[in-house]
């Protein structure tokens, strides 16, 4: 047997899940289509928004609270900053399923927070211009990850636990070997394993058939605006925010690198394709005159000259969860995607739950039914 593990996809995910393999002594082969970070997929924009009064599910806070503690792990091991805290906002309102969804997941798990009006919010923080109608969970530890920094490390420290990494190398490939093994050919060779982790991000459904009609690519714009009022969007004084407002909902974070403040629309104009290799990639004005719209009004002090706009994807399911499993067919393979737009915040903890699922008695102290392909909402895409 050549590998104990190859995970395919050496992304946010697949990196973490390299590591945590290595760090078991497990010997592991990373196989990644681009380069190592790169810009094609889900992950990268300099940072990625965490937050914990997750009004999407509060089954998904005990998974926030572990991915935490690996994130500061990763930061100890890699010797570098990965998880900058500044707040976070969840605001909409008050009747809205976001501003209640996160109030219910603080009281459930007891977070600290603070609810703020939107009056409230902006003098807190000046960069803020909220509806007076909105009302707002102040949570003191949200902040992001510098995301490609944090695909780096944990591929440098799965390397130096000794995992293989190759890069530039495209999966054409896999077939079982029974239910135990697995063989994998690519470009450049073939490969054999105990287990295979699929971590391909919207590439998944052309690896696993089973995720085909589930797991659907999406177009993503980012803009990075030049303050004019630039203290008032550092990081100090510029929480992160999850805003519901007319518009539609928007998710945003301070001037990290990039010299501008950071937003985008959630599904942003609803482009979907078939596989992601048909992605439109290029932002044009069309996209910059939706993000400034939505600026203008609630960012004013915001609203410089366009610095960047770059193009990501969202991988969709229909109920928006994630899909962490095994393959129906083939228990020695494993499943972790899609992550419908808010996925990269659990890397860490995702990158565990894929070690144990693909170690030892191949079970997970975590609870992650709720995230199963066979969930009902899922059942008919994975059928066909």
């Known amino acids: 047997m050549d590998f104990d593990v190859i995970v395919v996809g050496v992304g946010g995910m697949g990196s973490a899940a390299a590591w945590q393999l290595a760090r078991r002594g497990r010997r592991v082969l990373g196989i990644e289509r681009f380069d190592i970070p790169h810009a094609m997929g889900s992950s990268p924009g300099v940072t990625r928004i965490i937050r914990l009064p997750y009004y999407e599910d509060p089954r998904y806070v005990p998974l926030l609270r572990r991915a935490y503690e690996l994130w500061r792990e990763i930061e100890a091991v890699a010797g570098e900053r990965l998880l900058v805290t500044t707040g976070s906002i969840d605001a909409s309102p008050e009747d809205a399923a976001l501003f209640q969804g996160a109030l219910a997941s603080a009281r459930e798990h007891q977070l600290a927070y603070e609810v703020l009006t939107g009056a409230q919010v902006s003098a807190r923080f000046p960069a803020y211009r909220l509806p007076a109608t909105h009302r707002a969970i102040y949570q003191p530890d949200g902040g992001f990850i510098t995301s490609e920094r944090a695909i780096v490390a944990h591929v440098r420290a799965a390397q130096s636990a000794g995992a293989e990494i190759h890069a530039r190398e495209r ?41 085909k009609q589930v797991a659907i690519p999406e177009r993503q714009v980012l803009a990075w605006l030049q303050p004019r009022r630039p203290e008032w969007f550092e990081p100090s004084r510029f929480p992160v925010f999850n805003l519901a407002v007319d518009e539609g909902r928007y998710y945003g974070l301070p001037v990290f690198e990039v010299p501008g403040f950071k937003f985008g629309r959630y599904h942003h104009r609803g482009e979907t394709f078939s596989t992601a290799d048909h992605l439109r990639r290029e932002p044009d004005a069309v996209d910059e005159r939706l993000l400034r719209q939505f600026a203008a009004r609630y960012f004013p002090e915001g609203t410089g000259p366009t610095m960047a706009l770059r193009t990501c994807m969202f991988t969709n399911t229909v109920d928006e969860h994630f899909v962490i499993d095994r393959h129906p067919a083939c228990p020695q393979v494993i499943l972790a995607s899609p992550c419908s737009g808010h996925g990269y915040k659990f890397c860490s903890v995702i990158g565990e739950i894929l070690a144990e699922l693909a170690s030892g008695d191949g079970r997970t102290r975590h609870q992650i039914e709720f995230l199963r392909l066979s969930r009902p909402a899922l059942r008919t895409g994975a059928e066909q």
């Open 171 to 211: 999966v054409i490939e896999w077939a079982p070997h029974g239910t135990e093994s697995v063989s994998v050919i690519t470009d450049q060779g073939r490969y054999r394993a105990r287990h295979l982790v699929l971590t391909a991000g919207a590439w998944i459904g052309e690896l696993a058939a089973v995720l």
